[in-house]
């Protein structure tokens, strides 16, 4: 496994650092605007990108880039849902994604207001349905911003830090331990997994207070 792993890794190294970066941040504004969010697997190409980082310098550069990029998708989906909301909304994706999500996704931005900004930055669909919805919305471009900009930031820390951590690990002990490929492997399993229950788990609880609104809300930003 070590072999092939380093093969893996040395690929990802061998890419200019600059375009890897790029790159990375280019998925991740496809998968913050116009529903591209529901096809690109910005994520993914994040963590595969960040196995590549060699030094501080291309960790912040990733950690910028990658914010830039979620802020600049999601600031086009603003737009976009704000003066063509009801021609996506009627398209072939957007009828795909049937009428309910969309009321859905209305319903909860009207309740939670710029909560649901935030937190839906870390739910599947609703990450890129979001920002369409609130430019469909009276809340304004400045609130949208402030509210996103911190989960957009805690995202693309955590994306970069565990595929540098892993790959950084992995480095250092392949010499060493001919199981090492597993130990990667299992800090990448460990954190998508972590990351998948914790977004089932925000996802059930947001479902909960969307079934019961007033219990136990103590939002204040309504």
């Known amino acids: 496994m070590n072999d092939v792993l380093s093969l893996i890794l040395d690929t990802v190294n061998n890419v200019d ?15 913050t605007s116009i ?10 190409i994040v963590i595969v990108a960040s196995t590549g ?5 291309e960790y912040v550069s990733l950690i910028v880039v990658v914010i ?8 086009i989906g603003f737009a976009l849902g704000r003066y063509f909301g009801p021609r996506i909304r009627r398209s072939i994706v957007g009828r795909r994604l049937g009428e309910a999500t969309w009321v859905r996704a209305e319903n909860y931005l009207d309740r939670r207001g710029g909560i649901a900004v935030f937190i839906s930055r870390f739910l599947p669909v609703f990450h890129s349905l979001v920002p369409l919805t609130v430019g469909m919305s009276n809340m304004t471009y400045k609130r949208f911003m402030a509210w996103t900009i ?8 955590a994306y970069a830090s565990v595929g540098w951590a892993a790959a950084g690990s992995y480095r250092e002990l392949a010499d060493q331990l001919h199981y090492a490929g597993y130990i990667f492997a299992g800090i990448i399993v460990i954190f998508l997994l ?18 019961h609104p007033g219990d136990g809300d103590t939002s204040t930003d309504k």
Do not use: Q
């Open 68 to 75: 830039i990029g979620a802020l600049c998708g999601e600031s």
């Open 35 to 44: 529903l591209i969010g529901l096809i690109v697997p910005g994520d993914t």
């Open 53 to 57: 980082i060699g030094n501080v310098v």
């Open 150 to 157: 911190p989960a957009c930031t805690i995202w693309s820390v």
């Open 17 to 31: 650092p600059v375009l890897r970066t790029l790159l990375a941040g280019l998925a991740i504004l496809l998968e």
């Open 194 to 211: 972590m990351v998948i229950v914790a977004k089932k788990l925000l996802a059930r609880a947001e479902a909960r207070y969307m079934d």
